[in-house]
């Protein structure tokens, strides 16, 4: 069983970065499928990134792609999503999530629902 701890979230002007990490305990990564998501007050949960335990299958949302990428430390074992070109319709809270699907998978599920170990959640406002 893994156990996920986000943090890097805070405040940022339109245009701005932030360095979130999903720092995982337990278990080893490397046999899980990672996703981002977000969610903003009164919004649907949305995944806005993906990896499988495959390291170089990687997905992204429409409206982020570009903007974030999402990378795996196997020393450290943590995930983490880097965020440029930050925007007001960024603000929400996001969580890691993960999955396990064993090594060298390509999945890497779309819906929260298909995901079993959740963070507790970073706060990430965008605003001038």
């Known amino acids: 069983q893994v156990q996920l701890v986000e943090s890097g979230g805070g405040l940022v002007q339109p245009g701005g970065s932030l360095r979130l990490s999903c720092a995982a305990s337990g278990s080893g990564l490397d046999n899980y499928a990672i996703g981002w998501f977000r969610q903003a007050p009164g919004k649907e949960r949305e995944a806005v990134s993906r990896?499988?335990?495959?390291?170089?299958?990687?997905y992204y949302s429409y409206s982020v792609k570009g903007r974030f990428t999402i990378s795996r430390d196997d020393v450290d074992n943590t995930v983490y999503l880097q965020m440029n070109s930050l925007k007001p319709e960024d603000t929400a809270v996001y969580y890691c999530a993960a999955r396990l699907v064993g090594p060298n998978s390509d999945f890497a599920p779309l819906w929260a629902y298909e995901y079993d170990y959740w963070g507790q959640g970073t706060q990430v406002t965008v605003s001038s």
């Open positions: 990896m499988s335990s495959r390291k170089d299958r990687t």
